[in-house]
């Protein structure tokens, strides 16, 4: 049995820098047609010779595989119109962190004036420029996405022309939230489909499963997966594959990050066979991200073949998500 995927998309990847970089981009080049890029690099990216000499490292990597780095500006409060302005033709998205939130956020928003930054989300409406947000507070870790609902609730009122994801949610006052207001998005991840805290924390702690948004709870899946199986129009499929090395997990003070893309297609295949639903994958995994962000990606079809596969213990360095687990679903090939 097989399925083809035309130009799937990962709308939420990170690709790190230099030896990561080497080792992570070809399992997202050879599965997806392009992927938005985040920008929480050490230094974050926030102008744009950074963001294009990146993007030539990332094209580098690539080798002959067909590949589009969407690329995006590491949100800072001090952002002026003209420089939007004159970056609009080199981004797809701006990415907003609160200050401490996650990996490598340090540089993002201290306090959160809707006021003060109203002439950044004013101009990023006039020049169609999605803004992509990490919401959570800094409040107690089971709540935090639920507390930035208001934040996401003011902007989408203050600014009805902007196009706002909401990144990889995680429960289901999100999901709720999204249907609200017509310029409200978001990305959904591999894992919050299918793991919740009991995964991560309910047994023998796995630092494999730990991430931010920390996964939540049953209900909280269960709306995930009611958007994200019907192909809900405003949710599209972002991997949030965040690897980090062996060393940085398994220790104390583990690094906050899921590494799935080598299985992220496999696995979402699955899932969706699984509830009946693989017809919708297309929507998911692409058409609806092309909607959102209007993006022409170039063809690229992917086969997947029902084909048993045991995931690897190891890429490198870094774990996988589902290591030394066996995966019904193997994307094949490409042309
Ligand atoms: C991401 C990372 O490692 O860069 N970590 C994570 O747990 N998801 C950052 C992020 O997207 O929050
Ligand atoms: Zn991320």
């Known amino acids: 049995m097989r399925l083809i995927l035309n130009s799937p998309l990962d709308m939420h990847l990170?690709?790190?820098d230099g030896d990561m970089l080497q080792h992570v981009a070809k399992f997202s080049a050879k599965d997806f047609t392009g992927a938005l890029i985040m920008p929480n690099l050490v230094p974050p990216i926030t102008d744009i010779p950074s963001l294009l000499a990146y993007k030539e490292r990332i094209l580098d990597v690539m080798g002959c595989e067909q590949f589009t780095p969407y690329m995006s500006l590491f949100f800072k409060s001090d952002y002026k119109a003209d420089f939007l302005e004159r970056s609009r033709d080199y981004i797809t998205a701006i990415k907003l962190y609160p200050s401490g939130v996650t990996t490598n956020s340090d540089g993002g928003v201290e306090q959160f004036d809707v006021k003060k930054l109203a002439p950044i989300f004013e101009a990023m409406s006039e020049l169609n420029i999605p803004l992509c947000v990490h919401g959570e507070t800094n409040g107690f870790v089971m709540d935090r996405e639920k507390e930035f609902g208001a934040v996401y609730e003011c902007l989408a009122v203050a600014f009805p022309k902007l196009t706002i994801i909401m990144e990889h949610i995680t429960t289901r006052s999100s999901a709720e939230l999204l249907k609200r207001y017509e310029n409200l998005y978001a990305t959904i991840t591999l894992h919050h489909l299918l793991i919740t805290l009991d995964d991560v924390a309910g047994g023998l702690l796995n630092p494999h499963l730990f991430c931010k948004p920390i996964a939540k709870r049953y209900e909280d899946r269960d709306a995930l997966l009611?958007?994200?199986?019907?192909?809900?129009?405003?949710?599209?499929?972002?991997?949030?594959?965040?690897?980090?090395?062996?060393?940085?997990?398994?220790?104390?003070?583990?690094?906050?990050?899921?590494?799935?893309?080598?299985?992220?297609?496999?696995a979402l295949a699955e899932l969706f066979e699984k509830h009946d639903k693989l017809t919708n994958l297309q929507a998911f995994v692409s058409d609806n991200a092309r909607d959102i962000y209007k993006l022409t990606p170039i063809e690229k079809t992917v086969i997947l073949e029902k084909k048993e596969w045991i995931v690897p213990a190891t890429f490198g360095d870094v774990v996988p998500m589902f290591a030394k687990q066996t995966l019904k679903w193997q994307a094949l090939s490409q042309k």
């Open 14 to 16: 990170h690709l790190r």
């Open 226 to 266: 009611e958007l994200a199986l019907n192909a809900n129009k405003k949710v599209m499929f972002g991997s949030d594959s965040a690897p980090h090395p062996v060393s940085k997990k398994e220790c104390c003070g583990c690094a906050a990050g899921i590494f799935s893309a080598p299985i992220a297609l496999s």
